[in-house]
């Protein structure tokens, strides 16, 4: 089984930063892509960022030049860098990774519990 903790949201003010972080635990093989995502109070989900094994890192427009993420292969964690805060950057953030799990032949994709991230005007 195969666990995604996600740590880091809170309350922010407008222009401030904050950082989060997802861990990937359990029977992990081969991790190939890390994202994260955010859900609106309209059930929106957009992905936001996106590091691959290989390759090169994705940003969505809207959070462009203000997040960064990164991932530390070895701690099988991602990170996200937010600065720059708005209003609008209110929501659920959630990680996800695409992965092959030990002893299994094909991959899943696999979810985090969310963290609300509230940035005040």
């Known amino acids: 089984q195969v666990q995604l903790v996600e740590s880091g949201g809170g309350l922010v003010q407008a222009g401030g930063s904050l950082r989060l972080s997802c861990a990937a635990s359990?029977?992990?093989?081969?991790?190939?892509?890390m994202e994260w995502h955010r859900q609106d109070p309209g059930n929106h989900r957009l992905l936001l960022a996106a590091?691959?094994?290989?390759?090169?890192?994705f940003y969505a427009d809207s959070v462009k030049g203000r997040f960064t993420i990164s991932r530390d292969s070895a701690k099988n964690t991602v990170y996200l860098q937010m600065n720059s805060l708005r209003p609008e950057d209110t929501a659920v953030y959630y990680c996800?990774?695409?992965?092959?799990?030990?002893?299994?032949?094909?991959?899943?994709?696999?979810w985090g519990q969310g963290t609300q991230v509230t940035v005040s005007s």
């Open positions: 996800s990774a695409v992965m092959t799990p030990m002893g299994v032949l094909q991959s899943y994709t696999y």
């Open positions: 359990g029977r992990i093989g081969s991790i190939h892509v």
């Open positions: 590091v691959p094994s290989t390759g090169n890192t």
